[in-house]
């Protein structure tokens, strides 16, 4: 005969220094004490989840769970760090016991003791994402890949497409067939490749970043004893922005979690906006259903928005099916209706928000306070200039800037070579598109295009100028639509210097003379739209697919830079405005006064997290936000009108929601088009809005 018996452990008389009850409201009181057993707190925007997951932390810990039986799991080390200082303020000391950290720290700190288990040394390598491209790149060679000429893909897209599968637990096969279409026909050698790296890595005793979660994973499955002592150890999870997590990130969790059951997740999955880079909306979803015990708390109080903005973030999120119904409720007063405003077109949009921001100071708002936010980099293209022209300044949060952008630059190149075939920079930026050609190789057909082009002989050309991008981009008198004097044409020019031109590039370098040649054509010449268009027809278009992972967002940019190009009267006086923005970015980025007041310019993504004073939402037009792809099936829409919810919940005070009835050069013709407006706008009711009509005054 058996019997179980169960030792508790010592737990000293409890004495709460934090009066809980008078620090949270009801709601974030309940998700902080609740009893043992899993929780889904979901935390509204702007209603305080920081606070109550920091609570949730100390209260455990005057209950007399040891420290070093708590993990707290962050996405990044500024959120860690920023909670576990609040701990250790709120309870007067310091927690170094306390497993607080990122998903890929925590398991970098398990693996480390436990690598031997799988193969590796506990010494193993950390790569980073420059190592991992480069461990590729010899995979690719010792897998015999010939990439010239074959568009395999590039190493930085095979990490990306190796990272998705291994973070949605799917097959490389899955992952090219759902997102990297235009790459399934070498789908066998892909795999062949990941295969390869595979080994690689165990080989050389290295894990990338995402062997951190996926060999924690099999460690945890695949052993038994390690399993049951992490269980046994952590008796209480906590995860932080749970609506982020991808597939392998929750499955980690629930194994973790499935001795004890204490698991309390955090976070709203009406900000679920992701699903691009592998996050799983099911995950917080379906948790009630994936932990039948589970209790769900709602923390609906906002203590950031107006009740104004607040109606109108409730009715945009509203039609949305899957959803954890909530009402953000207001902690604060009355303010202003948010506004609709509609414009003629982009161009009276940008002078609309260019003349509200100016006015906005003199009312009391610090430029640092506002924000225009949008769905894509593109869509603030007139807005930029607009800013530019009336000396508004702005910063633009994207991580590297739109017009300083690598296939930005790459396909306004073609722009610049045309218009002044003396700028020795675009040139060797083009040329060293082609495979084969380096840095040294492009400086040396440079002098033969020049020889061959001016009649100069070589040895002239060691003093001549390189031509800045700010410089003049027109060329010099008398050589403009063809009347080029002696001259003769780019294509013949380039031709001449074919017997330059490495083996491996002779054939793309004759499918380049003839784009080059295109361009020339004095109907496409007087178009830089015109121009644009055609270098993506040409090859560009495949280049961008073997080099960026996010092949379809960039050659968007490329395609809305052709309809921006078609209000320019001609070329030159593109590329003029082109030289101008860029020059303006790239003062801000170097005289940049974190003190000095300025707009922010961001995409919704990377505005998430951050609040501001006014906020203005523009472009809202169906095809640009929600975007044309995400129409195409339900789940990509109700992600976009959590974009929406996002966008909206950022503002405090003001909220202004724009759209332009035209936009010009829309489409492959060219022509003006109506734009209608974004259907996320007529689901909410219009006494919720203030309609501003915009009234142009001449003379």
Known sequence: MSRDYVVEPFRSEINLQIDYARELNPQQLAAVTAPPGPALVIAGAGSGKTRTLTYRVAYLLEQGIPADRILLLTFTNKAAGEMMHRVAGLLGRQLPSLWGGTFHSIGARILRSHADLLGYRRDFTILDRDDAKDLIKTCIAEAGIETKGTHFPKPEVLCEIFSLAVNTHKSTAEILEEQFDYFEQITRQVADVQKRYTARK????????????????????????????????????????????NKLQSDLIDLLAERHHNVTVVGDDAQSIYAWRGANFQNIFKFPKRHPDAKVFKIETNYRSTPEILKVANAAIAANRDQFTKILTPARKSGLK???????????????????????????????????????????????????????????????????????????????????????LAFKRIVQLLPGIGAKGAGKIWKIFHEKLEGTPSSELKNSPVTRPSATLSPPSGERDGARGARQSLATALTSCAKAVPAKAATVWKQFVETISQLEDKAVRQSAAKMLRLVMDAGYDDYLKENFANYRNRLEDLEQLAVFAYQF?????????????????????????????QIRLSTIHQAKGLEFDVVFVIMLCDGLFPSARSMENDDGEEEERRLFYVAITRAKNELYLSHPLMRAGYGSTGMDAMQQPSRFLSEIPRDLLNEWNLRSRYG
């Open 338 to 424: 948010p506004a609709l405003v509609t414009c003629a077109d982009a161009a009276q949009q940008a002078a609309f928000i260019a003349q509200r921001v100016a006015e906005l100071p003199e009312e009391g708002v610090n430029l640092n306070r506002v924000a225009v936010l949008y769905r894509s980099h593109f869509h603030a293209l007139e807005l930029q200039l607009e800013l530019t022209k009336r000396h508004i300044p702005f910063s633009i949060t994207s991580g590297i800037r739109f017009f300083e952008q690598a296939h930005i630059k790459d396909a306004t190149a073609y722009l610049k070579l045309v218009a002044n075939p003396r700028d020795e």
């Open 202 to 245: 165990r080989a050389t005793n290295a894990m990338d970043f995402d062997d951190l979660l996926a060999l924690w994973l099999r460690l945890l499955q695949e052993h038994a004893d390690v399993r049951e002592h992490y269980q046994r150890r952590f008796q209480f999870i906590l995860v932080d922005e749970y609506q982020d997590t």
């Open 569 to 597: 009267g001609s070329v030159e006086d593109f590329l003029t405005q082109l030289a101008l923005l860029t020059n303006v970015e790239a003062e801000d980025g170097q005289t940049a006064n974190r003190d000095a007041e």
